[in-house]
C-alpha cells in the first residue's frame, strides 16, 4: 500500500514546494519545465496562461503538524518564448508530486506547401 506523495513528503523538503526541477528546456521542438509541487495535492494546484505569461499556483488551507500549524502556496511565473505555440500546451503530474509543463514550437513544417496549377492559354 503506498501513500499519495503528498502524505509522504520528508520534512525537510519543506522548504522545496514550487522550487524548480532541473533546468528549463529550451530547444527548436519545445520549451519545457518541471516544478516541484509535491505538498500540494492534485486538486490544489493550478496552472493558467494569460497571454505568454504561465502561471503555476499551488495553496492548501492551513494543516496542523507536530511542530504548530502552517499554510503553504506559492506562485510561479513563466514566460513562454514568442516561437511557443501555446495551443500544444501539456501538464503532467507524476506520481511523486513533480509537475512539468511543455509546449511544442511552431516550427516551419507546419505551413503546408501545395503546387499551384499552371493553366495553359493557347494564342
Do not use: C
Not at 490544489?44 to 500549524?69: F, M, P, W, Y
Not at 516551419?108 to 493557347?122: E, G, H, K, R
Amino acid at each position: 500500500h503506498h501513500f499519495p506523495y503528498w502524505g509522504n513528503v520528508h520534512h525537510l523538503n519543506s522548504l522545496r514546494y514550487g522550487s524548480p526541477i532541473g533546468e528549463v528546456v529550451n530547444t527548436p521542438e519545445k520549451y519545457a519545465f518541471t516544478v516541484d509541487v509535491s505538498h500540494f495535492k492534485p486538486e490544489e494546484i493550478r496552472a493558467n496562461l494569460a497571454g505568454n505569461e504561465l502561471t503555476v499556483e499551488g495553496s492548501h488551507d492551513e494543516k496542523t503538524d507536530q511542530h504548530g500549524t502552517i499554510q503553504r502556496s506559492f506562485i510561479r511565473k513563466y514566460t513562454l518564448p514568442d516561437d511557443a505555440n501555446l495551443k500544444s500546451i501539456r501538464t503532467y503530474l507524476t506520481p511523486n508530486g513533480h509537475l512539468t509543463i511543455e509546449a511544442s514550437k511552431k516550427t516551419n513544417d507546419l505551413v503546408q506547401s501545395s503546387a499551384i496549377p499552371i493553366t495553359m492559354i493557347s494564342s
